[in-house]
């Protein structure tokens, strides 16, 4: 029973450890990809251009002009990368200027087209508020065509009755005669 658990856990572990290097190798291969795109240089001369002197002058000697050798070599290299990063350096402020100035320009046709628009909306905006004006005084002069006719037809129902009252106060009878009209107009009827 004891050997089966050593083995089971001894088979997890590997099991784990292999999950492990698999989920690493992807990450390291994603992480290291610049390996393969890397440029080495060439060789250098000087690995492996080492003689043993046999005077130890003539060694210490060999050792300077190697070491001057090398470092006017490092120095060429450095001067290299530095100069590539200048370049580096200069191509990418190119870049972001392009940029910036490809934005700057979008800003400037977006603010323009904004502005194009909210004119336009002022332009309908104004033509709206004519046409309204313009219906609101046609509204009016109706409203006050209409006042006008109905106080000219107050006018002349006034008259008429006026008129008509006018006419039938033609055959009025004074009150003094009134009395003599009545009996009159009795003994009239008294006839028929």
Known sequence: MFEFKKMATATTRSTVYA???????IASSHNNSHKDTHKFLEPNSFVGSWKVPKNPK???AQLARLRREYGKQVKEVRKDYIREMELMRLEKQRQDEARKEATRVANEKRKKLKAEAAKAR????KIAEEEFRQMLLKERSAKLEFWRMKEQHKEEYKKEKKEQLRRQSSIWIDEINIEKRT??????????
């Open 122 to 125: 002022a332009e309908e905006r």
């Open 58 to 60: 003539e060694a210490e």
């Open 19 to 25: 999950g492990r290097r698999f989920f690493s190798s």
């Open 183 to 192: 009996i009159e107009a009795m003994v009239d009827i008294s006839l028929l």
